[in-house]
């Protein structure tokens, strides 16, 4: 992280803006809000700025900057057009360990500023780190858009029951659990459909309902949350591949069991304070067997924990989800099973092949490469009928041999066959020839799993729609027709 967000209290704090053009008055008004005391020096201001002394809500010293000047201010705003007093202000605040922006130049001080979604309480600050201020812009845009102005009034309101509801719930999980029914729930939309009184009253009536009902007990008692699981498809890679239902249960899970498949980026999108469990598995590295997997999630969510397992590509797609599920019900445990974006969809999507097209594949068969004791076994005349994709899961080991009984069984050798390594991802890279030549394409380079195979005159597709595709074209290397 080149800079890192706080959000400081400047509520009666001294603020220096130097310069009086229209950069120092947008900066005058954004800092207004916060009830910081505005000095600005500059002997011209202009329109904007003698607006706001006027209104008295600034000072103004009529003058060129001394230096030393900053060295009496919290906070320093430099935004003059004169670069050698831009670092003087700069120079001065750092020397006492004060805070200072010099708009012009960013990196001659030690803030910046962030564009700024402002519901306050709630405040939302989105920083590209100097890159890309408009960026920045656009990205706030977006998000104001998804959060209306009522999400003040809502944030207001938990605050003002913030210390009631810590007093009426002892433990940290019921609290949450309050919020989470709140703040999601039928009183949470009264106050974004405008009702606050009635959202109060709603509040109020259930805190009153829960204290008077209370009984000072162990959070194994009666009362303790029963827990659950969540079965969730995380996708093939990309976060942005995610569906909003995996979002909305990740965003509620105490602990996490992730495997290998489930990317960093989608992980990163889970509550830090979750207990993250890692469970495998790498072909040959089975990190934890399936009944361990199968008996830890059963523990977690009888202990009344929101279990979250995150898998890879789609649980009922080659994913032993069903085995996982088929433990919680005969234990009664409630789960919930989302559905993911599988590989095959993900990767070829990203690398512009349809997976059916009318002239190409009426019919789109998955199969699984995985090798039982060492051979590949799969029903190889429904594999080689005309007009039909073959998508093989788990295949780069038997590469060479799904090709060769793929030929062997009359599909012809000049088949388009593709190999997509890491799709979605940013290391997305796709190799293309037939199937006579690519298990040759392929040996050749060091290929990273998880890898897929896709076969059949859809490939050549690729050719035409490439270009269009999510991951741009530099991260993709095409070899071999
Ligand atoms: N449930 C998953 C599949 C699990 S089996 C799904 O629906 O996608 C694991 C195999 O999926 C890998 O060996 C590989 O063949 C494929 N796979 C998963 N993610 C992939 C990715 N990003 N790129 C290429 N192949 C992927």
């Not at 008295?56 to 230096?67: F, N, Q, S, V």
């Not at 564009?115 to 408009?134: E, F, K, N, W």
């Not at 409630?334 to 993900?346: C, D, K, L, Q």
């Not at 037939?434 to 050719?463: E, F």
Request: glycine share 8%.
């Amino acid at each position: 992280m080149e800079q890192f967000p706080l959000f400081i209290s400047l509520q009666n704090r001294r603020v220096l803006i130097v310069g009086g053009g229209s950069v120092a008055a947008r900066k005058a008004r954004t800092i207004l809000g916060s009830g910081a005391r505005i000095v600005v020096v500059s002997p011209n201001v202009c329109m904007a700025l003698t607006d706001l002394i006027h209104a008295k809500r600034i000072t103004h010293e009529a003058r060129t900057y001394t230096a030393g000047d900053a060295t009496h201010f919290w906070l320093s705003i430099a935004a003059t057009d004169d670069e050698a007093v831009n670092a003087q202000v700069a120079y001065d605040a750092i020397s006492v360990n004060a805070l200072v922006n010099v708009t012009d130049e960013p990196q001659l001080g030690n803030v910046s500023f962030a564009s700024i979604v402002d519901r306050a309480p709630l405040t939302i600050a989105i920083s590209t780190g100097g890159h890309s201020p408009l960026l920045a812009r656009l990205i706030r845009a977006r998000i104001a858009a998804f959060i209306p102005s009522s999400y003040a009034v809502l944030t207001q309101m938990a605050g003002d029951y913030r210390d009631s509801v810590k007093q009426t719930f002892q433990s940290i999980g019921q609290r949450r659990r309050f919020w989470e029914n709140v703040l999601t729930g039928p009183i949470a939309q009264q106050v974004l459909s405008g009702n606050e009184q009635r959202a109060r009253t709603m509040l109020a009536a259930q805190l009153s309902d829960r204290s008077n009902n209370e009984i000072p007990s162990p959070s194994h008692s009666k009362d303790a949350p029963a827990g659950e699981v969540y079965l969730v498809g995380a996708g093939p890679g990309d976060p942005d591949l995610l569906t909003f239902r995996a979002l909305r249960l990740m965003h509620q899970a105490d602990v996490v069991l992730h495997d290998r498949l489930v990317s960093d980026e989608v992980l990163s999108l889970c509550p830090p304070e979750a207990e993250y469990i890692y469970v495998g598995k790498r072909r040959s590295e089975h990190t934890m067997a399936q009944d361990t997997i199968n008996d830890t999630l059963l523990q977690h969510a009888k202990a009344g924990k929101r279990v979250l397992r995150l898998k890879g590509g789609d649980p009922f797609i080659f994913g032993r989800g069903g085995e996982e599920i088929e433990t919680l019900t005969d234990a009664g445990v409630r789960f919930e099973v989302v559905p993911g974006i599988t590989a095959a969809s993900g990767c070829a999507s990203y690398a512009g092949i349809p997976l059916t097209h009318r002239d190409h594949a009426q019919s789109c068969v998955f199969v699984t490469g995985h090798l039982k004791h060492g051979e590949l076994v799969l029903n190889w005349d429904h594999l080689v009928q005309p007009n039909q994709t073959v998508v093989c899961y788990m295949g780069l080991t038997a590469l060479a041999e799904l090709c060769e009984k793929l030929m062997t069984h009359g599909l012809p050798a000049d088949t388009p066959a593709a190999l997509i390594e890491r799709g979605t991802t940013q290391h997305q890279r796709v190799f293309t020839g037939t199937i006579d030549s690519l298990p040759t394409l392929v040996a050749r380079t060091a290929v990273k799993a998880p890898t897929l195979i896709i076969i059949g005159s859809v490939v050549r597709l690729r050719d035409k729609l490439q270009w269009f595709t999510p991951v741009s074209a530099n991260d993709q290397a095409t070899i071999g027709k």
